[in-house]
């Protein structure tokens, strides 16, 4: 078994070192550091789709002003492209680490996440979704690439990933099942398909209802696109032959600027966040256009490893009942 587990973790290292290697090649990425906390109420971090607790803690040596654990780092990092004066069609990535207490348990889920995430500065002309769909396309390519690497390396794991991904949108995608929930329209669109990028995530669709919720402040989810629709942002989907089931890896899109900030703040009625300090920034035009997003690490060894269980890529806490029903199964949790 200790041998086992030794392989398994060597294939781990040598999946997310080839990956890395591509997304840096296909999208021009440089490594930086990165913040595993950042200081609470100024509005730097995350608050996904507005509703997620995050880790506060007290600061002893800044006289316990509190301090929180990243959810992601997607204003950070655009921060950080203005400090570092990234220039435009160039962008940096870094390895995110977060606790996030509220979510669920299951095969694909843990309080543990791990991702790459990654910011790339833009011009205005490239608010667009032609471009989005080019850095998809990049992405994309990064996965197939890898998959490739690692058959060669490992040859009993053969690629399944189709030649192109699929774009559709998340009212189209209504139109096509609108007795389905959304999660019931994800299973069957990428089982369909095998690999989709699901455009406009946030705005409510002709039904009244988002596909999905998303904050406010980072991804832009209000402006109608070149195809009619809304929304500059998206979720690339892959069909999992392991769980049979859709399986989300990368959470993506083009950044809010200081228009659609407001749009969206008011849509949430989230007006009062306007006065913190993230939002003054971008509201006071001190922060650059930017397209970003994160990529699961755990969650792509998952699926190019075919695994079961996110449990065997990444070592976590995990419910008593949980490890038995894996054990039962021949499902080891490192």
């Not at 803690?57 to 950070?76: G, H, Q, R, Y």
Request: proline letters at 4%; glycine letters at 4%.
């Amino acid at each position: 078994m200790k041998t086992e587990i030794l392989k398994i973790e060597e294939a781990i290292s040598f999946t997310k070192q080839t990956l890395e290697t591509e997304l840096k090649k296909q999208l021009e990425l440089t490594r930086v550091s990165a913040p595993i906390a950042v200081m609470n109420d100024t509005g730097v971090n995350d608050d996904l789709s507005g509703v997620e607790r995050s880790v506060v803690f007290p600061v002893k040596s800044l006289k316990d002003k509190k301090a929180v654990i990243v959810n992601s780092l997607a204003k950070w990092k655009k921060i950080r492209l203005k400090e570092l004066e990234v220039s435009e069609n160039k962008g940096i990535f870094t390895d995110m680490r977060a606790i996030r207490p509220d979510e669920d348990y299951s095969h694909i889920h843990s309080i543990y996440v791990d991702q790459w995430d990654w910011e790339k500065r833009i011009s205005d002309a490239s608010r667009s979704l032609e471009y989005l769909k080019t850095e998809v396309k990049k992405i994309y390519a990064s996965l197939k690439n890898t998959e490739e690497k690692i058959h060669l390396h490992y040859p009993d794991i053969s690629p399944i990933l189709p030649e192109e991904i699929t774009f559709i949108h998340s009212e189209e995608l209504l139109q096509m099942y609108p007795t389905l929930s959304p999660k019931q329209r994800e299973y069957e669109i990428t089982k369909k398909f095998k690999a989709v990028f699901l455009i406009g995530i946030g705005k409510a669709l002709s039904n009244t209802k988002s596909h999905d919720h998303r904050a406010p402040d980072y991804d832009d989810w209000i402006t109608k696109n070149e195809d009619g629709y809304y929304g500059l942002n998206g979720d690339i989907l892959l069909w999992n032959p392991m769980t049979q089931n859709s399986f989300e890896i990368s959470s993506m899109g083009i950044r809010v600027d200081k228009s659609t900030l407001m749009k969206q703040l008011q849509v949430t009625d989230q007006l009062h966040k306007q006065s913190l300090f993230y939002h003054q920034l971008l509201l006071s035009d001190e922060l650059p256009e930017s397209i970003g997003g994160g990529i699961g690490q755990s969650r792509m060894c998952m699926f190019l490893l075919r695994k079961r269980h996110i449990g065997e890529v990444q070592v976590g806490i995990w419910p008593d009942k949980m490890r038995a029903e894996c054990a039962q199964n021949g499902i080891h949790l490192l």
